[in-house]
Protein backbone atom coordinates (compact mmCIF):
# COMPACT_ATOMS: atom_id res chain seq x y z
CA UNK A 1 0.00 0.00 0.00
CA UNK A 2 1.00 3.36 -0.93
CA UNK A 3 0.39 6.65 0.36
CA UNK A 4 -0.41 9.23 -2.06
CA UNK A 5 -0.89 13.02 -2.08
CA UNK A 6 -3.87 15.29 -3.78
CA UNK A 7 -4.06 19.11 -3.41
CA UNK A 8 -6.10 21.67 -4.49
CA UNK A 9 -6.43 25.58 -3.39
CA UNK A 10 -9.98 26.65 -3.48
CA UNK A 11 -11.19 30.42 -3.42
CA UNK A 12 -13.49 29.99 -0.59
CA UNK A 13 -12.88 29.72 3.25
CA UNK A 14 -12.22 26.75 5.13
CA UNK A 15 -15.83 26.53 6.81
CA UNK A 16 -17.46 26.62 3.17
CA UNK A 17 -14.95 23.91 1.78
CA UNK A 18 -15.49 21.95 4.81
CA UNK A 19 -19.59 22.65 4.15
CA UNK A 20 -19.39 20.98 0.64
CA UNK A 21 -17.34 18.22 1.52
CA UNK A 22 -19.28 16.48 4.07
CA UNK A 23 -22.93 18.50 3.13
CA UNK A 24 -25.61 15.49 2.55
CA UNK A 25 -26.67 17.07 -0.71
CA UNK A 26 -23.06 18.12 -1.87
CA UNK A 27 -20.92 14.78 -0.82
CA UNK A 28 -22.83 13.01 -3.63
CA UNK A 29 -22.30 15.63 -6.51
CA UNK A 30 -18.05 16.03 -5.61
CA UNK A 31 -17.88 12.58 -5.11
CA UNK A 32 -20.10 11.51 -8.11
CA UNK A 33 -16.41 10.28 -10.41
CA UNK A 34 -15.64 7.61 -7.94
CA UNK A 35 -19.07 6.78 -8.07
CA UNK A 36 -22.25 7.79 -9.24
CA UNK A 37 -24.82 7.84 -6.39
CA UNK A 38 -22.46 7.82 -4.03
CA UNK A 39 -23.87 8.40 -0.43
CA UNK A 40 -22.27 8.07 2.72
CA UNK A 41 -24.07 7.20 6.20
CA UNK A 42 -22.54 8.87 9.13
CA UNK A 43 -22.97 11.13 11.73
CA UNK A 44 -19.30 12.49 11.51
CA UNK A 45 -18.57 12.35 15.21
CA UNK A 46 -15.05 10.96 16.24
CA UNK A 47 -15.29 7.12 16.52
CA UNK A 48 -18.34 6.83 14.59
CA UNK A 49 -19.21 4.34 12.04
CA UNK A 50 -18.94 5.27 8.30
CA UNK A 51 -20.70 3.57 5.35
CA UNK A 52 -19.00 4.90 1.45
CA UNK A 53 -22.01 3.89 -0.40
CA UNK A 54 -22.10 3.73 -4.33
CA UNK A 55 -25.47 3.89 -5.79
CA UNK A 56 -26.15 -0.10 -5.20
CA UNK A 57 -25.62 0.76 -1.64
CA UNK A 58 -22.55 -1.36 -1.78
CA UNK A 59 -19.00 0.40 -0.35
CA UNK A 60 -16.57 0.70 2.25
CA UNK A 61 -16.98 0.26 6.10
CA UNK A 62 -15.10 3.11 7.96
CA UNK A 63 -14.57 4.57 10.94
CA UNK A 64 -14.53 8.24 11.83
CA UNK A 65 -10.57 8.48 13.02
CA UNK A 66 -10.42 12.14 13.77
CA UNK A 67 -12.60 14.87 13.04
CA UNK A 68 -11.36 18.80 14.09
CA UNK A 69 -14.07 20.57 12.33
CA UNK A 70 -13.32 23.09 9.28
CA UNK A 71 -9.53 22.31 9.71
CA UNK A 72 -9.18 17.94 9.43
CA UNK A 73 -11.18 14.88 9.01
CA UNK A 74 -9.74 11.26 8.77
CA UNK A 75 -11.18 7.79 8.35
CA UNK A 76 -9.78 4.33 9.14
CA UNK A 77 -10.90 2.05 6.21
CA UNK A 78 -11.78 -0.84 7.59
CA UNK A 79 -14.06 -3.40 5.47
CA UNK A 80 -16.24 -3.55 2.69
CA UNK A 81 -20.37 -3.35 2.08
CA UNK A 82 -21.90 -5.83 0.05
CA UNK A 83 -25.13 -6.87 -0.67
CA UNK A 84 -26.12 -5.28 2.87
CA UNK A 85 -23.15 -7.49 4.55
CA UNK A 86 -20.12 -5.95 6.06
CA UNK A 87 -17.02 -7.92 5.17
CA UNK A 88 -13.96 -6.88 7.25
CA UNK A 89 -11.47 -10.48 6.43
CA UNK A 90 -11.60 -9.56 2.60
CA UNK A 91 -9.90 -6.39 3.58
CA UNK A 92 -7.29 -8.01 5.92
CA UNK A 93 -7.22 -10.72 3.30
CA UNK A 94 -6.05 -8.03 0.08
CA UNK A 95 -4.40 -5.64 2.88
CA UNK A 96 -5.71 -2.50 2.82
CA UNK A 97 -7.69 -2.74 6.28
CA UNK A 98 -6.57 -0.12 8.45
CA UNK A 99 -6.00 2.30 5.13
CA UNK A 100 -6.15 5.85 6.16
CA UNK A 101 -7.78 8.78 4.36
CA UNK A 102 -7.11 12.39 5.82
CA UNK A 103 -8.36 16.03 4.40
CA UNK A 104 -6.52 18.35 5.43
CA UNK A 105 -7.96 22.55 4.94
CA UNK A 106 -5.38 25.39 5.75
CA UNK A 107 -5.78 28.98 4.72
CA UNK A 108 -3.40 30.43 2.37
CA UNK A 109 -3.46 34.17 1.08
CA UNK A 110 -7.31 33.86 1.76
CA UNK A 111 -7.88 30.77 -0.04
CA UNK A 112 -8.40 27.03 1.36
CA UNK A 113 -5.67 24.62 0.08
CA UNK A 114 -7.25 21.25 0.91
CA UNK A 115 -4.68 18.51 1.10
CA UNK A 116 -5.55 14.68 1.01
CA UNK A 117 -3.45 11.96 1.96
CA UNK A 118 -4.90 8.54 0.88
CA UNK A 119 -3.35 5.15 1.24
CA UNK A 120 -4.04 3.53 -1.98
CA UNK A 121 -3.55 -0.32 -2.83
CA UNK A 122 -1.67 -0.96 -6.10
CA UNK A 123 -4.66 -2.44 -7.86
CA UNK A 124 -7.03 0.87 -7.38
CA UNK A 125 -4.16 3.07 -7.66
CA UNK A 126 -4.61 4.15 -11.30
CA UNK A 127 -8.74 4.43 -10.73
CA UNK A 128 -7.81 6.70 -7.75
CA UNK A 129 -5.13 8.88 -9.86
CA UNK A 130 -7.18 9.56 -12.60
CA UNK A 131 -10.36 9.94 -10.30
CA UNK A 132 -9.33 12.60 -7.87
CA UNK A 133 -8.46 14.92 -10.23
CA UNK A 134 -12.21 14.98 -11.78
CA UNK A 135 -13.47 14.94 -7.98
CA UNK A 136 -11.86 17.65 -6.72
CA UNK A 137 -12.46 19.94 -9.57
CA UNK A 138 -16.44 19.34 -8.76
CA UNK A 139 -15.74 20.00 -4.98
CA UNK A 140 -13.82 23.37 -6.06
CA UNK A 141 -16.36 24.33 -8.49
CA UNK A 142 -19.82 23.65 -6.02
CA UNK A 143 -17.76 25.79 -2.83
CA UNK A 144 -16.51 28.98 -5.01
CA UNK A 145 -20.10 29.29 -6.45
CA UNK A 146 -21.72 28.41 -2.97
CA UNK A 147 -18.79 31.23 -2.03
CA UNK A 148 -20.31 33.14 -5.21
CA UNK A 149 -23.69 33.12 -4.36
CA UNK A 150 -23.17 34.12 -0.42
CA UNK A 151 -20.94 36.92 -0.93
CA UNK A 152 -23.64 38.13 -3.80
CA UNK A 153 -26.58 37.90 -1.22
CA UNK A 154 -24.94 39.89 1.85
CA UNK A 155 -23.83 42.51 -0.59
CA UNK A 156 -27.71 42.75 -1.68
CA UNK A 157 -28.52 42.51 2.11
CA UNK A 158 -26.18 45.26 3.17
CA UNK A 159 -27.82 47.79 0.41
Same mark, same amino acid.
Given at each position: ?29 ? &? ?10 ? !??K??? @??? %? *? ?27 L ?21 Y??? &? ?10 ? !?????? @??? %? *?S ?9 K ?9 A ?9
Open positions: MERHQFKTTINAPRERVWEILWGAETYPQW &TSPFAEGSQVET !DWKGS @KVL %F *LDGQGNGMVSLVADNVPNEFMSFKHLGVKNGNEDMETAKEKGWSGAMENTLK &TVKGQTELTIDQ !DIESEY @KET %F *LTWPKALEKLSLAERAEEVASEQLRASR
